[in-house]
């Protein structure tokens, strides 16, 4: 009689485990995705995305990985087992690099990731999408980095905020804007929020100023329900609020094919035509809803 009852507390327990390990909470690095109502499939493309772009940097950062030292030459069992060590454990790095889990909110993904630098992996794509002028996305729309998650609250912000500041704007002047996105969270002081930024900012270099239009630093404070997502950016502006499809239409030409699937390498042409745009910094910059750029003296 108490087999089923035993089965199932059993069932629930690994079930609500496995719940919390994929929903979203303070301590993580990863990329917020943003999609229209195709979630699985805007997952898939990210997957694929990622891991082909991190391959890519890795290869740019070791082009030559030592990945161990064979004692004999002629034992070629051991350099066998080797190899299919070395093979099953790229296997599992690849699994555990990237990871698909709740945002709390409709057509948001984000995904989790081991990999030390987000920003520049983000980096990588868009300069890749730039220089081949291809879409590399049907699904998958923006794909913001994200360095650090942390409670919504100021006093957790200005811990988590306080890193990142310390790692951009020490240095020469730069200009700033600061962006402020909030989805499912109606109890966050705007005001504050910026205010505080604005003024670790400050406290670091007086002489950084606020660009909104074309800013060389853009600092990311995305709040979804009690999560607060940060990161600092460049040309946010410049690079069509990381919107990888607004992106592309805007570096293509009227005659470039506009999207090559990066799954299939089959080309689609593109029904929409668009005008050539010879600077990306004359790009016009384009409104998305709930986001507002604050202006800080």
């Known amino acids: 009689m108490n087999e089923p009852q035993n ?5 629930n327990y690994y079930s609500q485990k496995k719940r919390k390990e994929h929903i979203l909470e303070p301590g993580l690095k990863g990329f917020l ?21 991190a391959d890519i940097l890795n290869e740019k950062i070791n082009p030559n990985p030592v990945t161990g030292v064979v004692k004999d030459s002629n034992s070629y069992d051991d350099i066998s087992d080797d190899l299919s060590r070395e093979i099953s454990s790229l296997k ?21 990731t081991t990999i030390e630098r987000p920003v520049e992996l983000v980096l990588e794509i868009i300069s890749d ?17 994200i360095e650090v998650t942390c409670k919504a609250n100021i006093t957790d912000i200005k811990v988590s905020m306080e890193k990142l500041i310390c790692k951009y704007f020490s240095g020469e002047p730069k200009s700033y804007a600061i962006i402020f996105n909030y989805r499912n969270n109606f109890q966050m002081n705007r005001d504050e929020i910026i205010s505080e930024i604005a003024n670790l900012i400050a406290s670091k270099n007086s002489k950084h100023v606020v660009n909104l239009k074309n800013a060389d630093l853009s600092v ?4 979804i329900r009690g999560i607060c997502m940060l990161s600092v950016v460049p040309n946010y502006m410049k690079y069509k609020k990381y919107n990888l499809i607004q992106l592309a239409d805007s570096v293509s ?10 799954n299939s390498g089959t080309k689609v042409e593109s029904v929409d035509t668009c005008s050539e745009i010879k600077d990306l910094s004359e790009l016009k910059d384009n409104t998305e809803a709930n986001e507002e750029c604050i202006k800080t003296d």
């Open 129 to 145: 999408i730039i220089l081949s002028k291809q879409q590399k996305t049907r699904f998958l729309y923006r794909l913001l980095p």
């Open 92 to 112: 599992s790095e690849k699994l555990k690099r990237f990871q698909a889990i709740d945002s709390g909110a409709k057509n948001v993904i984000f995904i989790k």
């Open 33 to 53: 995705c943003t999609c229209n109502f195709r979630e699985k499939e805007c997952i898939k493309e990210s997957y694929y995305l990622l891991n082909l772009f």
């Open 7 to 11: 089965k199932r507390k059993k069932s």
């Open 220 to 223: 990311m404070v995305e709040v």
């Open 253 to 262: 030409t009227p005659t470039e094919e506009k999207y090559v699937s990066i």
